[in-house]
């Protein structure tokens, strides 16, 4: 199986606008692939292997070599700063990366506290901002902190804003647009720069013709 390309993919959402944007482009998957329980899927008509991977994952196994190619939103390679190469903007998945917290509170006058499972990110745009702050990594239920007075505010991923907003939250500050892009590690670029270029090209048309569609 060395001819075949191995593909790192999210699980969750991303997952399932990923696995519809290859059907779109073309390839024969499994009927069941969204539905399958396995961490490792075998596409042999299109000598492809699918990892299922957690998103924060995914640029791991690309860096590594243990995936070609692999499908991670731009949150996650912002703050990994793999060794890898982004090849396309997949257009899928989109969201945003926001500054959030309790409705008419301050942040604290000395040092603000910013809970986040995004730290290299949050850090990051505070220093842009001129803010000195102390960041507070946390791996889920973000908006928690805040609440019970673990951070005046939180940097977390908003798509829809019901999660803030069910759990009394307002947005403050957007700090940029996140899509999932098509990631590829270097030399795996080299070596199987046909298959991957021909992949590229046919995701390619599916966005552009989406993207016509929409205008």
Do not use: W
Request: glycine share 6%.
């Amino acid at each position: 199986m060395s001819d075949y390309i191995t593909i790192a993919m999210p699980k969750g959402r991303i997952f399932k606008d990923a696995v519809d944007l290859l059907f779109q482009a073309g390839y024969s998957l499994p009927p069941e692939v969204e539905d399958s329980r396995k961490l490792i899927i075998d596409v042999e008509k299109e000598k492809f292997r699918m990892i299922l991977a957690k998103p924060m994952d995914v640029p791991t196994y690309v860096e590594h070599g243990v995936a070609d190619l692999g499908i991670a939103g731009k949150d996650v390679m912002l703050e990994e700063e793999r060794d890898i190469y982004e090849l396309l903007d997949l257009k899928i998945s989109d969201c945003y990366l926001a500054v959030a917290g309790l409705p008419n509170t301050k942040m604290d006058d000395v040092t603000p506290k910013i809970a986040t499972k995004y730290p290299n990110m949050a850090a990051t745009y505070f220093r842009e901002q001129g803010e000195q702050v102390e960041i507070i990594k946390l791996n889920g239920s973000i908006e928690l902190a805040p609440i019970i007075g673990l951070s005046d505010r939180i940097v977390d991923i908003v798509s829809t804003g019901r999660t803030l907003k069910e759990n009394g939250l307002i947005e403050y500050e957007r700090i940029v647009n996140i899509t999932s892009r098509l990631i590829v590690n270097p030399v795996s670029y080299r070596m199987q720069d046909h298959r991957i270029s021909d992949m590229v090209e046919r995701l390619n048309q599916v966005i552009n013709k989406e993207r016509f569609m929409e205008s």
